[in-house]
């Protein structure tokens, strides 16, 4: 491997932009040997390259010492400080190679086989990490770092086999051959359309080697939005499609040099910048720092280092403000922290004018490990890399919930797959108010460089209805039917095809969103059915790649019935020889009542039949007080009795049974059978009776569908007229007056605005569209228009329909607001 690939793959282990600090773990096990006599020139000169992090330095030394050494002690401790190096690099493959000779060759330490199982978790290698963790538990068992890593790599396996909703995708317009990192949200606040973040490319300011890499050093840059616009669900405009300028260099001669300038965030206004700065020089331990600088013109100002901590040796960075500017937060290693790098918070003092001491975030995000690059967002909660808690290789990215008091609450939530992945995955940063949009930085396979930046979305829910609609007669499908979808304050009309199949599409169907389908064809009732988009679990979903989102199918077949044929209701029973509803044969009626509602122009004839027993002029009488009562329950329930006639069928019309009979007794007899009195006293005595209580049955059949409702009024003469209760709709004409229009109704002003919604602030004009019958039913008309109001703007209208404004326009031949008259009416769907 080149030095130069080598720190494009390895770079980011000081991106943590710590490198004036120590590898504690690394240390604390080898610290014994450099005392010792016996260690030679090339040896004491790698330890002392790996104690100030010169780990790409150590690394070449080692080798040297490796080779003249004749001591098999010091081989065994070389090849092991050879992995701790390559895992402080972040070559993971290289390490577990170290950590594996080094078990070979019987290093003492235990701890080889908890390193050597980090190393095979980060490469993928779940199964056998698992073994070398559970080597570490059996010999270290009061070690919990053990266990938690074998839960965490079963973890690990199962996030991937079931990924979040996010999508994770390269930037590849950001990125370059080098290394790329730390998104940061800049320019307009209300519209963040500049990027900045950190890389090492070949703009980048001086010419200097990284001793810790072997790669260069980091300069901030800055890349500009160049927005497209393309069409989003329902012809709306969005700014989906974007790409960015090509990376130039922050402007400002003062904030990049020729040391390490690395992480930073901006105040809300974007006229303060914050930094991390970190002043390398080989053999001195100068740390990292914050630093700030103010916006000046097109550049920045002068920057000035924030003091967080009292001394210099201790390593400050990763800075992110709160919403609010006074809370920052970031990351160091300051003494009596919870592990190698802590993240803190501080506040800043009016009072005081500076930043308060620094409080650590406690248990609940910081660990033995690394905990690094915190992000505060709009939604509450605190991002943040770490490779301490449970995750799926090395840094993972977790969030948590903050109180208000800035601290943490309640436990660290793993992002899972894909925005984390077994390698190392950090630095996330979201747009707007929700987390659906932002960036990421990631060393996964597929990248430009070591470390790339990843632009992270959370896929949309999207729905389809679909399903067929059948006779329910003999099942066939209806073609041309007219299947309608309400809710959300829309409607939407499809047609049947000759499979009987429908489809609403995703343009159609919303989330969050409860809908009524409505089922009709010439000589059928129509038919009904209620669905929902709310809270449909996940995994219910399946992702469309090609198109980027999740899709839910919500499939509903729907039975029509043919009002040629006479519709059974069952469950309406009578006690022997009597005619009172029993409850559960009123709650039958309640069904004809929903049919009756759904088909307001249907009139029926209610059927009560007996079977053969007892005399026929009986039967006749007592079927007829039972149709008579189920038609009287009717009535009582608000049916206007013009659409109900009450028939006594006695035992005049045995019953048939219909294609597809699946009712009472339906296993006993073939289609087509008529259950006359001749066939069923052929039949056994269980049969018999079986086909008996079939026969007693109540049905109704539709006589005709052309019902129109009327009312009995006077005219001017005091001589009683019917009117048919149409919805009709009086278009004015002319100078028509309210009063006029009115009366052509028999109606007063009052009662024609009140009809029409207060008409408040109307004036008569040409076109003026009004409801005229009060009594009539023009739910059908109202379900696709909207009556303008005093005051009202497309916008406004738009947002209370749930519509898109360019949608409302294209629906009324490009109306604006110009055209708006109190009054008018508006299409809102078809």
Request: aromatic share 10%; proline share 4%; with cysteine.
């Amino acid at each position: 491997m080149t030095i130069q690939r080598q720190s494009i793959l390895l770079f980011f282990s000081w991106v943590f932009l710590f490198v004036g600090t120590t590898a504690v773990y690394a240390q604390s096990y080898l610290d014994d040997l450099d005392g010792e006599e016996s260690v030679s020139k090339e040896m004491a000169r790698a330890n002392e390259a790996f104690k100030y992090n010169e780990y790409y330095t150590a690394v070449q030394l080692y080798k040297k010492a490796f080779n003249r050494t004749r001591s098999k002690k010091e081989k065994v401790e070389i090849t092991f400080r050879q992995a701790e190096c390559y895992r402080m690099m972040q070559d993971a493959k290289s390490a577990a190679n170290f950590y594996s000779r080094a078990i070979k060759l019987d290093y003492g330490d235990p701890i080889v086989y908890y390193r050597h199982g980090q190393m095979l978790k980060i490469l993928g290698e779940y199964e056998d990490a698992i073994i070398e963790f559970q080597k570490y538990v059996d010999l270290r068992p009061d070690d919990e770092r053990g266990k938690v890593a074998i839960d965490a790599v079963k973890k690990a396996k199962e996030w991937k086999e079931n990924p979040s909703r996010y999508l994770v995708e390269n930037k590849k317009d950001l990125n370059s051959k080098y290394n790329d990192f730390a998104v940061t949200y800049g320019g307009k606040p209300t519209m963040n359309d500049e990027l900045y973040f950190v890389s090492d490319r070949e703009e980048a300011s001086g010419n200097l080697k990284d001793g810790w890499t072997g790669g260069g050093f980091t300069d901030i840059f800055v890349s500009k939005a160049e927005r497209k616009k393309t069409r989003g669900r329902r012809g709306a405009e969005a700014d989906d499609d974007m790409s960015w300028s090509l990376p130039v260099p922050i402007e400002g001669e003062n904030i990049n040099t020729r040391y390490h300038e690395g992480p930073l965030c901006f105040d809300s206004r974007r006229r303060t910048m914050y930094f991390t700065r970190c002043v390398k020089e080989r053999n001195n331990q100068l740390g990292c720092a914050i630093y700030k600088a103010d916006k000046r013109g097109q550049g920045w100002g002068e920057p000035e280092i924030i003091v967080l901590v009292p001394d210099s040796v201790t390593s400050v960075g990763h800075p992110t403000l709160a919403p609010d500017d006074e809370t920052l937060y970031f990351a160091t290693d300051l003494e009596g922290g919870y592990g190698d790098r802590d993240i803190y918070m501080t506040r800043y003092d009016r009072r005081q004018r500076g930043w308060t001491e620094p409080k650590n975030l406690g248990p609940s995000v910081n660990t033995h490990g690394k905990e690094l690059y915190p992000f505060v967002h709009l939604d509450g909660y605190l991002y943040f890399a770490s490779d301490g808690l449970p995750g799926m290789g090395g840094l993972d990215i977790f969030r948590i919930k903050l109180g208000e008091d800035g601290m943490p609450e309640g436990e660290a939530e793993n992002l899972k797959y894909p925005i984390n992945t077994h390698f190392n995955d950090f630095a996330i940063v979201f747009d707007g108010d929700e987390a659906e949009k932002g960036f990421l930085t990631s060393d996964r396979d597929g990248g430009r460089g070591g470390n790339d930046i990843y632009e992270v979305e959370l896929a949309p829910l999207v729905f389809e209805i679909e399903g067929r609609l059948v006779s329910k007669k003999d099942k066939r499908p209806i073609n041309t039917g007219s299947v309608r979808l309400d809710g959300g304050g829309q409607s939407f009309n499809v047609v049947t095809d000759k499979s009987g199949y429908y489809k609403f599409s995703i343009d159609q169907v919303d989330e969050n969103t409860n809908y009524t389908l409505t089922f009709e064809k010439s000589k059928f009732l129509s038919g009904s059915a209620e669905t929902t988009t709310r809270e449909i679990p996940f995994d219910a979903f399946a992702f469309v790649p090609d198109e980027k989102h999740y899709l839910h199918v919500i499939k509903i077949d729907k039975e029509i019935e043919p009002i040629e044929e006479p519709i059974v209701l069952p469950n309406v029973f009578f006690d022997l020889a009597k005619w009172d509803l029993r409850p559960e044969s009123k709650e039958a009626l309640d069904s004809v009542i929903t049919i009756l509602n759904n088909n307001p122009k249907i009139v029926i004839e209610l059927r009560s039949h007996t079977d053969y027993r007892d005399t026929r002029e009986r039967n006749q009488v007592l079927s007829q007080k039972r149709a008579q009562s189920c038609v009287d329950y009717l009535i009582e329930q608000g049916i206007d009795s013009a659409r109900l006639v009450a028939r006594g069928m006695g035992e005049d019309e045995p019953f048939k049974v219909p294609e597809g009979y699946d009712g009472y007794g339906s296993e006993h007899f073939k289609a087509g059978t008529v259950l006359t009195e001749q066939f069923i006293r052929r039949q056994s005595a269980t049969i018999q009776e079986v086909a008996n209580q079939i026969n007693r049955r109540t049905d109704f059949k539709v006589l005709r569908d052309d019902y129109v409702p009327v009312k009995v009024v006077k005219d001017a003469k005091g001589e009683e007229k019917v009117i048919e209760l149409k919805p009709i709709i009086h278009t004015v004409e002319g100078r028509e007056s309210l009063g006029a229009i009115a009366s052509q109704y028999d109606l007063n002003i009052r009662e024609l605005r009140e009809l029409n919604g207060g008409l408040r602030g109307v004036r008569p004009f040409e076109g003026l569209e009004l409801k005229v019958v009060p009594e009539a039913d023009y739910s059908e008309w109202e379900r696709t228009r909207y009556r303008v109001q005093m005051g009202d703007k497309l916008s406004k209208i738009a947002k209370e329909l749930d519509m898109k404004p360019k949608e409302l326009r294209e629906l009324n031949d490009g109306i604006s607001d110009g055209d708006l008259i109190p009054g008018m009416i508006l299409k809102t769907g078809y």
